[in-house]
């Protein structure tokens, strides 16, 4: 440190004040005050002011040194204040990066199927995994690290008691190895849904191995062991509507789906609380109309626990053709409040007025202020389907994502993020 850094402001400015004040000229010493007459008092106050100028050019001049101290003192002082870093964009603040999707084959249901893994970002694929020798590939879900999926398989699809192969796929973009795709132990019922645990140690699945018998189980993804089973005979219907089976994030809540005659409910289930009815050992977080304008075709709460986001279909199954208010039926997404029970906005819907269309809720972030949403339109005179995939936000609506050629739009009903 030099000599100069040492030296105070308060220093640096008496210096400055003594250095100005040496040169202003001695002053004359002031006469007596005499009698004069009253017509030469109006010459005082030229004096006095004259007096201020002399005295105040100092004084001026230290104000001024002062200023310029504390002006560097401030600068100095704000150079050492970290930069604030600009926002990231809206469309990358926590989505996810890397996709999995199961490869369909037009007209070929059981054929062997290969897993396409993605980058959203670039539109590249990072990995296309075959299929285990003699498994069918099916749902895959994805874990909170970005890097590790779930996917499910069948080793005899024709058992009506067929079991489920669990593999744990992770992937290393980049790398020499981008993948390395490993089988899990145990097996169960092969399930209509599954969902990985918050912290990735447990599976919950939800299956119906009869007609009149809807179970769900946990399972540990470590031993393959089931550690709890609720179960229930009452008639959870598949169909025309279903809740898509997730955790909380708290990690100790399950949420699942029933389908009445007029009504669907999505459900929150403890799983560390005792019981083993499925339905009087859960609570409705929120009822469903299955009818009106924005009628769910499946349903999904956020990891909060606060909103459950429905998604939406128009004339896919039936083909009916337009309606007279199709504008009312176009495929999207419709939030739920879970306090109110009532839909509070929504979220998107599709760019294509009147035309039939299924929408799939693929991934949502803790509040659904993100959304990952597909629509999908069936296909006209035996050609593909057509599709949007895409995120979905307040701010900005819905922004297509970067997919690969490989990735088709009958393709996004088996995708994870």
């Given at each position: 440190?030099?000599?100069?850094?040492?030296?105070?402001?308060?220093?640096?400015?008496?210096?400055?004040?003594?250095?100005?004040?040496?040169?202003?000229?001695?002053?004359?010493?002031?006469?007596?005050?005499?009698?004069?007459?009253?017509?030469?008092?109006?010459?005082?106050?030229?004096?006095?002011?004259?007096?201020?100028?002399?005295?105040?050019?100092p004084l001026a001049a230290a104000v001024a040194v002062v200023a310029i101290a504390l002006s560097l003192a401030a600068i100095r002082h704000e150079s050492t204040l970290p930069v604030k870093p600009s926002p990231p964009a809206i469309e990358t603040q926590g989505i996810p990066r890397y996709f999995a999707a199961v490869e369909q084959v037009p007209l070929q249901v059981s054929a062997p199927k290969a897993l396409i893994v993605g980058d959203d970002k670039t539109g590249a694929v990072i990995a296309t995994v075959p299929a285990p020798r003699g498994v069918i590939l099916g749902p895959v879900v994805g874990m909170a690290d970005d890097r590790t999926f779930l996917v499910t398989g069948e080793a005899d699809a024709s058992s009506p008691h067929r079991k489920a192969i669990?593999?744990?796929?992770?992937?290393?973009?980049?790398?020499?190895?981008?993948?390395?795709?490993?089988?899990?132990?145990?097996?169960?019922?092969?399930?209509?849904?599954?969902?990985?645990?918050?912290?990735?140690?447990?599976?919950?699945?939800?299956?119906?191995?009869?007609?009149?018998?809807?179970?769900?189980?946990?399972?540990?993804?470590?031993?393959?062991?089931?550690?709890?089973?609720?179960?229930?005979?009452?008639?959870?219907?598949?169909?025309?509507?279903?809740?898509n089976l997730s955790w909380l994030s708290d990690g100790t809540h399950v949420t699942f789906g029933?389908?009445?005659?007029?009504?669907?409910?999505?459900?929150?289930?403890?799983?560390?609380?005792?019981?083993?009815?499925?339905?009087?050992?859960?609570?409705?977080?929120?009822?469903?109309?299955?009818?009106?304008?924005?009628?769910?075709?499946?349903?999904?709460?956020?990891?909060?626990?606060?909103?459950?986001?429905?998604?939406?279909?128009?004339?896919?199954?039936?083909?009916?053709?337009?309606?007279?208010?199709?504008?009312?039926?176009?495929?999207?997404?419709?939030?739920y409040s879970v306090r109110t029970g009532k839909p509070v906005r929504v979220l998107y819907r599709s760019s294509k007025p009147c035309t039939a269309g299924i929408a799939n809720t693929v991934w949502l972030d803790a509040s659904a202020r993100h959304v990952i949403g597909a629509v999908r339109f069936p296909s006209v005179s035996g050609a593909l389907d057509a599709g949007e995939l895409g995120v979905i936000t307040q701010a900005r609506g819905f922004q297509q994502i970067k997919l690969p050629k490989a990735v088709i739009p009958a393709d996004f009903e088996s995708m994870a993020f």
């Open positions: 440190m030099s000599t100069d850094d040492r030296i105070s402001i308060e220093d640096r400015i008496r210096i400055a004040t003594r250095a100005r004040a040496s040169m202003v000229r001695d002053l004359r010493p002031l006469p007596a005050p005499g009698l004069s007459p009253l017509r030469h008092r109006s010459a005082a106050p030229a004096r006095r002011s004259r007096r201020w100028v002399t005295w105040g050019i669990w593999y744990r796929l992770r992937i290393a973009p980049g790398t020499a190895h981008p993948y390395q795709l490993t089988k899990l132990p145990g097996s169960v019922v092969n399930g209509t849904r599954f969902a990985v645990s918050p912290d990735g140690t447990e599976l919950a699945v939800e299956s119906s191995p009869s007609l009149h018998l809807t179970k769900l189980a946990v399972v540990s993804l470590a031993s393959g062991k089931t550690l709890r089973t609720w179960t229930t005979t009452t008639g959870i219907q598949l169909a025309p509507a279903a809740a029933t389908v009445h005659t007029t009504s669907m409910q999505v459900r929150t289930l403890d799983v560390t609380a005792p019981g083993a009815d499925l339905l009087a050992d859960s609570r409705v977080l929120v009822t469903i109309p299955l009818s009106g304008a924005g009628t769910c075709e499946t349903a999904q709460a956020t990891p909060d626990g606060g909103t459950v986001v429905c998604a939406t279909q128009y004339s896919f199954v039936s083909q009916s053709g337009r309606s007279a208010d199709c504008l009312k039926y176009e495929p999207g997404f419709i939030a």
